[in-house]
Every structure is written in C-alpha cells, then in structure tokens.
C-alpha cells in the first residue's frame, strides 16, 4: 500500500476535530439540528484552514445512516464511501479544470435526478473561482432554486472573483488563519502517535513557516520526518527548510538598533555565504521591527504578536532601551524600502545600502518632544539673559487665578489700586495707574510683560513682543494693541493663552486687571497721501503726448507744473 501523507492521514472527520474553525463548525451543527441548512454554502479563506475538509464533514453530517446529525458515525456505508472519495452521490469538482459552461450545463441537467441511496446529491466545488463567467450564469437559476435534494457546497481562497450574483444566492462562512501555537499543539499530538522525537521549539518552527496552514505545517513536517530516522534537531529543521534561525534576527536587529554598521554587514555577509534567502531575511526583519514596535506600544500590542510567551520576552527586553520613534523609524525604513529588494538582480548590495541608510539616518522626535525642548532651552537662555540685564530682582508672587475670557471680570480692587514694579528699582515701590501717563513707562510696562511671559511661556513670548504698545481706558482697563494680523490675533486671543497673558500681567501689576485685545491699524498721515498724489499727477504730466510735442516742437522746457486744487461742490 502506498504511504499516506499525514494531511490525508489525520484529516478531520467530524466537526468537532477541525482545528480553530468554531465559529463555523458550531453554525453548521446548530443548522442541522435545527433543520436549517442552506442549500448553497461557500467557505472562504487561507489555503489549508479546512474549507473542503468542513464540506465532507457537512455531506457526511447530512447524508449519515444516523442523521441528518451534527457528529457522523463515519461507520456506515455512506460515510465510508464520502471518506474515501468513492460516494456516487457526492461529487467532488475541481472548478479550474471543470470550467467550461458545457461541463456546467450538463451538472444542471443532471441535479433533476434523484440520489441512488443517499438522502441527499451534494455537489463540492473546490476552487469555485476559477469558473468562467458563462459558467457562472449557466449555474445562476440552479443555484437559486434547486432542488430539494440537492445542495451546493462552495470552497475558494478568492471570493472577491466570484460573481455578486452568485454571492447573494450562497450562505457565506469565512475561516480564520490558524495561529502558531494551536498549529504546535496539534503537530505534537500528531507526532506522539507517529512516535517522531521532536522538541517544541523545532514544531514552533515549522508552524511559523506554515503561515496559518495546517495542510502547509503537515507536510513540512512530513517532509522533516522523511529526512531523518533518529532524533530531529533544531539545526536539522533550519538547514532542511532553509528557515532562518531566530537569534540571527534578534543579533542583526540588535546591530541596527545600536548603530553598529560593521556588525550588521558582517552578520549579513556570513548569512550570504551560509545561502540565506535574502529576502526571507529581509521579510523576516520586518516581521522582526514590527513586533518590537506592537510590543513596545503596551499591553494591547502584546495581543497583535503571534509569538511564544519566552520569545515574547526576549522581544521585549531587546525593546525596552530603544524608544518608540527609533522602532517606528527603522521600520517604516524597512518597509518603505521593500519593493526596491524585491526587483533587485543584486539583494545582497541592495541590503547593505537599506542597513548605511537605516542607521545613518537618526529618527525624527515628535513635534511634542521637539517644542518642549525647544521651550526648555528658550526659558534657561531667556532666563540667563534677563538675570545678566536686570539690575535689580522682582519680588516673587504667586500666580493669580486665570479667567475663562479674553475680557477678564471686573477685578476686586479698585482699578485705580494696581500698580507696576518697572526694572531697575532698586525697592519695590508702587506706580499707580493715573501716574501711567508716560510713553516711557507704558514702554517699560510692556517690555517687563513680554520678559515675564518669555520666563512662563517662551512660545507665547514672540506672539506678545509683537504687540505695539500698551494704554490705559477708562476704568483703570489695560488695553495691548497688536497689529492687524490674523497670526498674532488668533494665537494671543485663544483662551488658554489669553488667561496666561492676563495671569502673568497681574503678576506684574500685582492687582488683578481688566485686559482687553485691540488691534491698530497702519494708517498713512493725509500729508504723505497727498505728496504720493502730487508725485503721481506730475509724472503724467510730463510723459502726456501733448506736452511731449510742444517740448519738441518749440525746443522748450518744464519749469512749473502747477496742480489745481478741487472746489468745494
């Protein structure tokens, strides 16, 4: 007897053996016991994930001596006969190579014909995309309403080929990518009845290499056992699938992460000569990068990689002295620059100019990290510079309480109370505000504001420098004029910087004010307008073609140009 695989060997023959699928073994099962399964049924998903195993499950629950029943006996004669592919009254087909409309037809013509002796005559259509379009539209009214013994039972990896008008008549079931550790446990089972020595970790190897596929994983494995009759090692497994050995990911990552140029190129040369895929390395890198990032993001990251707990470890000791914008970095490196790999002639050189980019050009910090950088060096160089002119110290105050409008409340004080310390002084003596009449003293009041605001908040403190003067209203207000600008309006005029403003010109003053936001326009004096005016009316006198001939005509020359004034209508 010829050697059975182990996919074939341990294929699933009830619902409740297939791996990961419970989602939509359960649904069936509750179908059938409830009497609700659809005629047409489409299974999608991954390759090996279990869609046409699912289907001769599903023909055997329904046309089993026992049943209709979620759980085949797989004793009696047409489960035997489904199992071994030799049921008359189920048909396989394969859709690539039974495509043609003819082959369709001729299933329509005969789906009118009762089963031999089965409950049912089930038609499994594996890889139902590959069907032509006419193929399609000879199955469309079938397909709706077909017989009461007849069923449909659909499995594709592309369902986005199938026609929406076959979609809408079918009862779709996605299936799921199966995860590592589900893959490992069930190949130790598997290995424990075939009596294979095999540690876990090697399985794991395996599994990952299988991408989510169990028929994927089964056969490497086959493959490993077939090569070796005594105990299997780990280096065995690396070298017969030519996968690459996770602690030379972690040493290449780690040489990247640090810079070491020289290390990485080494690492990389001694893989070339081992015969390392470069672009299994490459790809293996990024899945590398990007699980360091998930990892590094919490708690919920954790739950985006599909890694052992050890590794996972490992993974997050390796990211913990790296931040988050170096990882993000490296891996957006990584992958913006993929495609120039995959089309190289040459992925060896390729690799290294990716490696001299990647650690020669240093991440960007967030726009957060850089202002608050920027604002801590401001306040210790404006800082220095502040103690270095004043000859003499402010008295320290305690901030008074910011106001929720540009236009603060009336204070309690009397306006007239509040006064200015101005630079200089040597006591801290009071300026009343009927005494602020001075040009200079409202200059010096503004200028020890933006020195004050400079101190607090150096990125508010260009916006306040631009203000052009300070004055004071009626009441005692304190009014700043900016100029007409949208820019300096909308910063100063946000509540968050007005209440900072205000806080800081009370600390000044040292009595709560009343502040208002003006804006002064550029206006131009009537005596230059008028000058610009006479300037303009001279010079087209003198270029208007009536003068210009009689200057040429009579050899003359302009001595007055005389502009007269309009009367009053």
């Given at each position: 007897m010829s050697y059975l695989v182990l996919a074939r060997k341990y294929r699933p023959q009830t619902f409740s053996d297939v791996i990961q699928q419970e989602h939509v073994t359960q649904t069936l099962c509750h179908a059938i016991s409830s009497g609700r399964v659809a005629h047409a049924i489409l299974f999608t998903g991954p390759r090996g994930t279990g869609k046409t195993t699912i289907a001769r499950i599903l023909?055997?629950?329904?046309?089993?001596?026992?049943?209709?029943?979620?759980?085949?006996?797989?004793?009696?004669?047409?489960?035997?006969?489904?199992?071994s592919g030799q049921a008359v009254d189920v048909f396989?087909?394969?859709?690539?190579?039974?495509?043609?409309?003819?082959?369709?037809?001729?299933?329509?013509?005969?789906?009118?014909?009762?089963?031999?002796?089965?409950?049912?005559?089930?038609?499994?259509?594996?890889?139902?995309?590959?069907?032509?379009?006419?193929?399609?539209?000879?199955?469309l009214k079938t397909l709706e309403e077909p017989p009461a013994h007849v069923l449909f039972l659909f499995a594709t990896t592309e369902p986005q080929k199938i026609p929406l008008t076959i979609l809408s008549r079918c009862q779709r079931h996605d299936l799921r990518r199966i995860d590592t550790q589900s893959i490992v446990d069930h190949l130790q089972a598997l290995c424990l009845q075939e009596h294979v020595d095999i540690t876990p970790e090697s399985l794991r190897v395996v599994a990952q290499e299988a991408g989510g596929s169990m028929r994927d994983a089964l056969s490497l494995l086959d493959q490993v056992i077939s090569f070796s009759d005594s105990k299997i090692t780990h280096d065995l497994i690396l070298n017969l699938l030519g996968i690459i050995d996770r602690q030379y990911i972690y040493d290449m990552s780690q040489a990247i992460l640090n810079g070491d140029i020289l290390t990485a190129l080494d690492l990389l040369e001694t893989g070339f000569e081992n015969g390392v895929d470069l672009k299994r390395l490459y790809a293996a890198l990024i899945e590398h990068f990007r699980n360091l990032l998930m990892l590094k993001l919490g708690a919920k990251g954790r739950s985006l990689v599909d890694l052992p707990d050890i590794?996972?470890?490992?993974?997050?000791?390796?990211?913990?002295?790296?931040?988050?914008?170096?990882?993000?970095?490296?891996?957006?490196?990584?992958?913006?620059?993929?495609?120039?790999?995959?089309?190289?002639?040459?992925?060896?050189?390729?690799?290294?100019?990716?490696?001299?980019?990647?650690?020669?050009?240093?991440?960007?910090?967030?726009?957060?990290?850089?202002?608050?950088?920027?604002e801590r060096l401001r306040k210790e160089i404006t800082g220095a510079g502040v103690r270095h002119v004043q000859t003499g110290h402010p008295p320290e105050v305690s901030p008074a309480s910011s106001s929720k409008a540009v236009i603060?409340?009336?204070?309690?004080?009397?306006?007239?109370?509040?006064?200015?310390?101005?630079?200089?002084e040597?006591?801290?003596?009071?300026?009343?505000?009927?005494?602020?009449?001075?040009?200079?003293?409202?200059?010096?009041a503004l200028q020890r504001i933006v020195e004050k605001i400079s101190e607090t908040s150096p990125a508010l403190a260009p916006v306040v420098s631009k203000a052009?003067?300070?004055?004071?209203?009626?009441?005692?207000?304190?009014?700043?004029?900016?100029?007409?600008?949208?820019?300096?309006?909308?910063?100063?005029?946000?509540?968050?910087?007005?209440?900072?403003?205000?806080?800081?010109?009370?600390?000044?003053?040292?009595?709560?004010?009343?502040?208002?936001?003006?804006?002064?326009?550029?206006?131009?004096?009537?005596?230059?307008?008028?000058?610009?005016?006479?300037?303009?009316?001279?010079?087209e006198a003198l270029n208007h073609p009536l003068v210009s001939d009689a200057i040429e005509i009579f050899g003359g020359k302009v001595i007055e140009i005389n502009i007269e004034k309009e009367k009053p209508s």
């Open positions: 023909a055997k629950a329904l046309n089993c001596e026992q049943g209709p029943t979620p759980t085949p006996c797989n004793v009696c004669r047409s489960c035997r006969e489904i199992t396989e087909i394969d859709g690539a190579s039974n495509n043609s409309v003819d082959q369709i037809r001729d299933l329509r013509d005969n789906v009118r014909y009762m089963p031999s002796h089965s409950r049912y005559k089930i038609y499994i259509i594996d890889e139902v995309h590959m069907l032509t379009t006419a193929a399609f539209n000879a199955l590794e996972i470890n490992m993974v997050q000791q390796q990211a913990a002295p790296v931040s988050k914008a170096s990882l993000h970095h490296v891996f957006d490196m990584l992958f913006s620059e993929e495609a120039v790999l995959r089309y190289t002639a040459v992925p060896r050189f390729a690799l290294e100019i990716i490696f001299f980019r990647i650690i020669q050009t240093r991440p960007a910090l967030p726009i957060e990290d850089l202002i608050e950088k920027l603060p409340s009336e204070p309690e004080a009397d306006a007239e109370d509040f006064s200015i310390t101005l630079p200089g040597k006591s801290a003596s009071l300026l009343r505000v009927s005494e602020l009449t001075s040009e200079d003293m409202l200059q010096s052009n003067r300070l004055s004071t209203a009626e009441n005692g207000t304190l009014v700043m004029y900016f100029p007409e600008n949208e820019f300096y309006l909308s910063r100063v005029r946000q509540t968050k910087n007005a209440d900072l403003l205000k806080s800081v010109i009370e600390q000044v003053f040292e009595k709560p004010v009343r502040l208002m936001i003006e804006t002064e326009k550029k206006t131009v004096s009537e005596n230059k307008v008028n000058v610009q005016q006479s300037q303009y009316i001279r010079q």
